[in-house]
C-alpha cells in the first residue's frame, strides 16, 4: 500500500478539520498518482473534500464507525478489520491511503511507500502524520529539488519501507 500525505516541518498535515495550505502543484500530483486507483480515507477527510463527496475516477473505501453513514459511490468500512479484507481485494501497488492521522497511523504498518510533499514552514496544526525521518522502518529513497509557492518551499519525497509490511 502507499501513503500520499502533504506535510509540514513538524510533519504537521491539518488544523480545524482542514489541509494546513493547498499548493497547485501538490494537488496536481495528488490527481495524477491517484487517478484510477483506490483511495482510504477516514470518514473526517472524506467530509473535508470539495462537496464533501467521494473522490471522481477512483475508487474510494471511508472508514466511519456509524453504522449508518452514507457516501454515494463510495465502499464503507466500520472497523479495521473489515477495512484491511476491503484493502485486500486490490493490488498493493494501486491502494492510496489519503489520510488523515488516524488513519495514516491505523495503515502505517501495512505500508511500503509514502509519498510526502514536505513543506518548509511550520504551521499551527492539530493534526500530525508520524516522523518517518526518525523511523527505524523506513528510510528516505527519493527527494526532488525544491519548488517554491509564494514564500513557501517544499519538495516531494519518498520513503520506502526496509522491513516487510504487514499483510
Ligand atoms: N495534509 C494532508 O495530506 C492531509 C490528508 C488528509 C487529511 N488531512 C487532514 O487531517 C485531518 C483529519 O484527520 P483525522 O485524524 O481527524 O480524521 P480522519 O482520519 O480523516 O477520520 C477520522 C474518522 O475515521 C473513523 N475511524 C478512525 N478509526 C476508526 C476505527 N478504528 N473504526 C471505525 N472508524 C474509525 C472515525 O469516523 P466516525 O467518527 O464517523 O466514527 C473517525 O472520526 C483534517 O485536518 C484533514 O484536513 C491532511
Known amino acids: 500500500m502507499n501513503m500520499i500525505v502533504a506535510a509540514d516541518k513538524n ?5 480545524g478539520g482542514s489541509l494546513l495550505v493547498s499548493i497547485p502543484a501538490d494537488m496536481k500530483l495528488f490527481r495524477s498518482q491517484t487517478e484510477g486507483k483506490v483511495v482510504v480515507m477516514g470518514r473526517r ?5 470539495p462537496g464533501g463527496l467521494p473522490l471522481k475516477g477512483r475508487t474510494n473505501i471511508v472508514l466511519t464507525s456509524n453504522p449508518s453513514y452514507k457516501a454515494p459511490g463510495a465502499v464503507i468500512c466500520h472497523d479495521q478489520e473489515s477495512l484491511l479484507k476491503e484493502i485486500k481485494k486490490y493490488p498493493p501497488e494501486d491502494v492510496y491511503c489519503i489520510g488523515g492521522e488516524s488513519l ?8 511500503d511507500t509514502v509519498h510526502v510533499t514536505r513543506i518548509d514552514f511550520a504551521f499551527q496544526a492539530d493534526r500530525y502524520f508520524p516522523d518517518l525521518d526518525g523511523h527505524p522502518d523506513f528510510i528516505m529513497t527519493a527527494e526532488s529539488e525544491e519548488h ?20
Request: with cysteine; hydrophobic share 35%; glycine share 6%.
Open 11 to 15: 510533519w504537521g498535515i491539518g488544523k
Open 45 to 49: 477527510t472524506l467530509e473535508s473534500l
Open 104 to 111: 495514516y497511523r491505523m495503515l502505517l504498518p501495512y505500508t
Open 148 to 167: 517554491t509557492y509564494f514564500d513557501l518551499e517544499y519538495q516531494f519525497v519518498r520513503y520506502e519501507r526496509k522491513t516487510p509490511a504487514c499483510v
